[in-house]
């Protein structure tokens, strides 16, 4: 790409002629990632109390969703699921490192990390946030060298595209888990984990179908819209979430930290879920 010259973008670091608060909005990103993040964190290195159901061999139970898909289980560990709930089960693998907790969230934590990474609503957050470059729009960033683009360091954010398609299979995987949440041990029923355990997957959904790259891939290369009108009405409502991208971004990142933290208190006995089951 060639260098893009923008006149007056290094005369300062702040340097402005912006009068409203401009400073709020990456205050309040940088504050907000920094907690979801830490929280996320922390919740992965736990490695128990991602579970809670009443029996351990009938269909159903709350799963986290910082853990979901499970493919090995430390059946050792308090709150674990039951076997039959991971892909492959345990016991726990002996090449796993040591200095690592036996946590089924360091398996798949990459891939909705890596799509939130690289999504393009997060770039523009974290970019202006965390790096200052500039912090807000008509406001002087920290000195650097002429923009290139996403090329050199940052080249590997051109795999959001891919990232995509796992975040795609993740939105099935957390709607069965949804589907999991109203069932106790094969019995049929409703409780307050399955409320928070269904909106999980339509913010996350609304997020990942508002994706730049999905609606790319929806509507994208098409010369002539009216020659494919399922394509077309498919393109227009993922353009409406597109058009939310920012909003669903935040409150998919909130509910899916809360819906974790919610199951590791019923799991952990903390609170006690409301339920049907009686339990
Ligand atoms: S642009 Fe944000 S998820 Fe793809």
Redesign the pocket.
């Known amino acids: 790409m060639a260098d893009i010259s923008i006149p007056g973008r290094n005369k300062g670091f702040g340097v402005t002629m912006r009068t409203d608060n401009w400073r709020t909005a990456p205050f309040a990103v940088f504050l907000g990632l920094m907690a979801f993040s830490g929280y996320i964190a922390w919740a992965a290195f736990q490695g128990e109390y991602y579970w809670w159901s009443g029996g351990t061999t009938g269909f159903g139970g709350y799963l986290s969703p910082l853990y979901s898909p499970l493919i090995y289980i430390d059946q050792t560990a308090a709150g674990s699921a039951p076997a039959w709930h991971a892909w492959i089960g345990g016991p726990w693998p002996s090449w796993w490192p040591s200095i690592l907790p036996a946590s089924p969230a360091f398996l798949i934590l990459a891939f909705p990390g890596a799509?939130?990474l690289t999504?393009?609503?997060?770039r523009k957050a974290y970019y202006r946030a965390f790096a200052a470059t500039p912090p807000a729009c008509a406001v002087g960033g920290i000195p650097q060298k002429p923009f290139k683009g996403e090329t050199g360091l940052l080249i590997f954010q051109n795999l959001?595209r891919y990232a995509?398609y796992f975040?795609l299979i993740f939105v099935v995987i957390l709607s069965y888990d949804a589907v999991l949440s109203f069932f106790n041990d094969g019995q049929f029923g409703v409780g307050v984990g399955s409320i928070v355990l269904l909106i999980n997957p339509i913010l996350i959904g609304a997020?990942?179908f508002?994706?730049?790259?999905?609606r790319h891939l929806v509507g994208g290369k098409m010369d002539c819209m009216s020659c494919s009108m399922g394509r077309y009405k498919t393109w227009k409502k993922v353009s409406l979430l597109n058009s939310r991208?920012q909003l669903f971004?935040w409150l998919s990142l909130f509910w899916v930290s809360f819906a974790d933290f919610y199951v590791r208190m019923v799991s952990a006995g903390y609170i006690k879920d409301l339920n049907t089951w009686g339990l």
Do not use: D, I, V
């Open positions: 799509f939130r999504c393009y609503y997060y959001h995509l975040a997020y990942t508002g994706c730049h790259s999905f991208h971004a």
